[in-house]
């Protein structure tokens, strides 16, 4: 079965050894590794916003921070010595991925203001094809040819829109906190906000300072705990010897991800995370009657038949509840159903006095990378998900797709955590994709005529002769996989019901998050599972990579990095006769 034809213009293509679309976390993190392990600098970094560093150069809400602790939240291979706080601010974050790429001599690598409209294999040269369209000036298009695609678009990239009747009409500034507008004054004036997420509960405090009023429609209860304090203070010397000390720092990271890792077993359905579910939730009621109005306790504080402890991300905070002491500043369990002119109106009727409306209603996940199309062997990838996944995302190891050759995925299908760093897991992913595509990055650069062959063209015995080494997952282990993590997720809390966007809506299932610890998931990125990759161009047909170290092997023949095989009879929610797999 081949894709649909090409319909992209024919424009002289720009070779590159990786083309990375994403400049976030992730993205700089593969560029920073390809050049630290293998020397690569023939990168091409690509993305829409007019700088790097991805959540934290677009989210500038007031407030804006991370509930990550800082030396989990940053790279192994570039930690910092003098964060100003546990908790950085976005400003700071920023500013931090900003110096590591600088470091590692990124900038000219990186195109922006640029979205990304098609990516394409071309199965007679096994490159892949990117066609870009700039944001500004002309709109030029750009056409990129690589061996190896990376995707680190990240699944929060694309904000909710505003469904709400009549939001058309109204006449003042109306936005997604996600991307604030700065020219907007909202001191004195009446605000609006809709949702009390994590990011309206940093962005709230903040603008009850000046506003006139602050009406927030609450939209889902969630645990409120206390920020925690960096335990590690109350060592005398500690931070000098952070600062000047390489060695401390590492270890302060570990420690740190240990105690973040244990948190993962309040997430099991046994009497042990029932115990933990039970303290969590205690430690949340005493924070929350300590710090809101009792007015509003029934409001904000969940019973344990509402919300099951872990099905939403925690919410770390110290200012929100008492910001909601203030006179000026009310909490509305009214759906909101109309928004007019210079009101927004309530399902009792009742009409409220807006002059700023700021949406804090979460992110489209299905429309991450949006409106990037990837077409690789025989589909494009939605048709992928909508036959192997029921229409929701679906990968192996969170980063690889049959069908899909020499294409790795960061932050895709359940690899996110609702209790670890997304940047433990994008390094983790990181590591995996530049073992398993070791010989495509190896190989040499293509012949000219298998850069410029058009996929879906006819092609010539020169342009056959040049095709370059491929990889890519089997669709029989991608889709035991999938019956894997239904059981897996079957032992935990997020198959009780929870409504968060953690559930893929339109499949049904959990596709955000990992079923698993951390350090297994670390396990396998370290010890590849060769017999579930299939390549082409090796020497003597083998079945890994040259150069591939002994104890990689060693492990992938004990099992080190292997999932469970888990029968579909267990899983019956997975329908393989209907895959036609």
Not at 64 to 81: H, L, R, T, W
Not at 439 to 444: G, K, M, W
Not at 512 to 532: N, V
């Amino acid at each position: 079965m081949a894709p649909e034809p090409c319909k992209q213009p024919a424009l002289t293509p720009k070779y590159h050894d990786v083309v990375i679309v994403g400049a976030g976390v992730s993205g700089i993190c593969m560029a920073c590794q390809l050049r630290r392990k293998y020397n690569i600098t023939d990168v091409k970094i690509l993305d829409k916003l007019d700088g790097m560093a991805g959540t934290w150069k677009v989210n500038t809400y007031p407030g804006c921070g991370c509930d990550v602790p800082a030396p989990v939240y940053s790279y192994s291979f570039a930690q910092k010595g003098d964060w100003s706080t546990f908790y950085p601010k976005q400003d700071e974050l920023r500013r931090y991925f900003e110096t590591v790429a600088a470091q590692h001599d990124l900038g000219p690598a990186f195109h922006f203001k640029t979205v990304v409209r098609e990516s394409r294999f071309d199965v007679d040269t096994g490159l892949w094809h990117v066609w870009t369209e700039d944001l500004d000036g002309d709109k030029q298009t750009h056409h990129y040819v690589c061996k190896l695609l990376v995707s680190a678009v990240g699944g929060l990239s694309e904000p909710n829109k505003c469904d709400i009747e009549g939001h058309e009409t109204f006449k003042g500034p109306l936005f997604h906190s996600a991307r604030w507008d700065h020219s907007v004054q909202t001191d004195g004036k009446d605000v609006v906000v809709v949702g009390n997420g994590c990011s309206a509960t940093q962005f709230v405090p903040e603008i009850a300072r000046g506003a006139k009023s602050v009406t927030q429609f609450v939209r889902s209860k969630h645990w409120y705990a206390p920020v925690p304090k960096n335990p590690f203070d109350k060592v005398p010397g500690w931070r000098w010897l952070v600062r000047h000390v390489p060695a401390i720092r590492a270890l302060q990271r570990f420690l740190i991800w240990v105690v973040l890792e244990s948190h993962f077993s309040l997430l099991f359905l046994n009497p042990y995370g029932a115990f933990k579910r039970w303290r969590w939730a205690r430690l949340c009621i005493a924070h929350a009657k300590k710090m809101a109005p009792k007015e509003y306790w029934t409001t904000l504080i969940p019973k344990p038949d509402e919300v099951v402890v872990g099905c939403k991300r925690r919410i770390l905070d110290n200012k929100y509840l008492p910001s909601l002491k203030l006179p000026h500043v009310r909490l509305e369990t009214s759906k909101l159903v109309r928004i007019e002119e210079s009101h927004v109106v309530c399902a009792d009727g009742r009409r409220i006095e807006a002059d700023v409306i700021i949406l804090a209603n979460g992110f489209n996940t299905q429309a991450a990378g949006f409106p990037m199309r990837i077409v690789g062997a025989e589909r494009e990838m939605r048709e992928h998900w909508n036959r192997f996944g029921g229409g929701g995302p679906l990968n192996y190891r969170s980063s690889l797709n049959a069908g899909f050759p020499n294409l790795g995925s960061l932050n895709a299908a359940n690899s996110a955590t609702g209790h670890m760093s997304v940047i433990f897991t994008s390094e983790c992913q990181v590591l995996y994709l530049l073992e398993v595509a070791k010989p495509v990055l190896a190989a040499a650069r293509p012949a000219q005529a298998a850069i410029d062959h058009m996929p879906g063209t006819p092609a010539s015995d020169e342009v056959r002769r040049a095709k370059i080494p491929t990889f890519e997952v089997k669709l029989q282990a991608e889709l035991d996989e999938q019956h894997w993590i239904a059981k897996a997720m079957s032992k935990l809390v997020f198959t009780t019901g929870c409504g968060s966007w953690y559930v893929d809506q339109t499949s049904g299932r959990v596709t955000a998050l990992h079923p698993d610890w951390q350090w297994k998931f670390m396990i396998r990125s370290l010890f590849p599972k060769w017999s579930d990759i299939a390549y082409t161009g090796l020497r003597n047909g083998k079945s890994h990579p040259d150069g591939v170290p002994w104890w990689k092997l060693v492990g992938d023949r004990i099992g080190l990095g292997h999932t469970p095989y888990v029968s579909p009879k267990e899983t019956p929610q997975i329908d393989r006769k209907s895959m036609g797999a």
